[in-house]
């Protein structure tokens, strides 16, 4: 099966530092990744999507200045939280899909806590 | 798309017994939808899917059920186990430019009782 791995599964920082979550695509090669970020007992919101080689397209309401993507390879994405604030723990996901079928595999999430 | 609630609304079930779980969408262009499984501090799994000219799609265990016409989608969890115990999404999956968006609905949270 095609397999998501995202790192750190937990990070915990101080408000005003930034913090780079990385998204990888083990076994295939991902030519659309998705960042989504989700509150306790809340659904997934899409923030992102990001194609390989190309800047990223943000939902409304996401600031593209705060949330950083780099969709650098065919396996890797990066989300950066650039000074990071209280309110921006949570819990973020994301995601790829290959070119040959609809499906997106997710990865298994990165618990964020800005202190 | 759909509105996300103040909390998951919860099905309690005997393990056993047979699951239904409901979820509404909003978009009538959406072609393409898939059902997701939770757990705690994890990602969402892929259960299983369905495409709009479909009504009924059969898996191992589970049966998701599309009515286009009034635009809700089940997931039907047969002989429900303690395993099973999570919270599930709805997703419709409304593709354009070269790319899939998948909109998540509120969730529904699943407990079996043993």
């Known amino acids: 099966g095609a397999v998501v791995s995202q790192h750190p599964s937990r990070v915990i920082c101080k408000s005003g530092t930034s913090v780079k979550i990385e998204c990888r695509s083990l076994d295939f090669q991902a030519t659309t990744m998705f960042w989504y970020r989700q509150f306790p007992k809340k659904s997934l919101m899409l923030m992102a999507t990001?194609?390989?080689?190309?800047?990223?397209?943000?939902e409304q309401g996401v600031e593209k200045d705060k949330f950083l993507i780099n969709h650098a390879s065919l396996t890797l994405s990066t989300l950066t939280v650039t000074s990071a604030h209280p309110e921006d723990s949570s819990f973020y996901i994301c995601s790829a899909s290959r070119e040959s079928d609809n499906e997106q595999f997710f990865g298994p999430g990165t618990r964020l806590t800005v202190l | 798309g759909e509105s996300v609630g103040l909390h998951l609304p919860t099905l309690s079930v005997q393990e056993g017994d047979n699951s239904i779980i409901n979820c509404a969408y909003s978009n009538s262009a959406s072609d393409y939808f898939i059902w997701y499984k939770q757990e705690s501090g994890k990602g969402p799994q892929f259960i299983i899917d369905?495409?709009?000219?479909?009504d009924k799609r059969q898996g191992q265990r589970v049966t998701v059920l599309l009515n286009k016409t009034v635009k809700h989608l089940s997931l039907q969890i047969a002989a429900t186990q303690p395993g099973d115990s999570a919270v599930y999404f709805c997703a419709e999956n409304m593709g354009s430019g070269g790319y899939q968006k998948v909109t998540f609905g509120t969730g529904t949270k699943l407990q079996v009782i043993p």
């Open positions: 369905i495409r709009s000219n479909m």
């Open positions: 990001s194609n390989e080689g190309s800047k990223a397209t943000y």
